[in-house]
């Protein structure tokens, strides 16, 4: 953020927020739906293993960025941290 504080409104400052959450929030949605797409991925390899059979698997997936819980608990930590500057900045505004 880059100009004089004297600038921003609370209109403008509220509407970016609400852009980060909604993109927060799509990735976040991302990241869970692909570790449990890979959970499953792993699990039914486990069932397949003992079963005896091998079949080479005919979907390549991608792989999870590294640290996939990690950044999700910063996700969760950083809306919890909006909820709460929207909440305080609703009592002053």
């Known amino acids: 953020m880059d100009g004089s504080l004297l600038d921003l409104t609370a209109e403008m400052v ?6 980060y959450w909604h993109e927060l929030f799509k990735v976040q949605k991302l990241l869970v739906t692909k570790l449990k797409k890979a959970k499953s991925d792993v699990a039914s390899a486990r ?4 079963a005896g059979a091998s ?3 005919s979907q390549q997936s991608m792989p999870l960025p590294p640290n ?3 950044t999700l ?3 969760v930590s ?3 941290r909006m909820k709460v500057f929207k909440v305080t900045t609703v009592y002053y505004h």
């Open 47 to 50: 069932r397949a293993s003992i």
């Open 73 to 75: 608990m910063l996700i």
């Open 78 to 80: 950083i809306q919890d």
């Open 14 to 19: 509220e509407s970016e927020l609400e852009d």
């Open 55 to 57: 079949k080479p698997s």
């Open 68 to 70: 996939t819980d990690n």
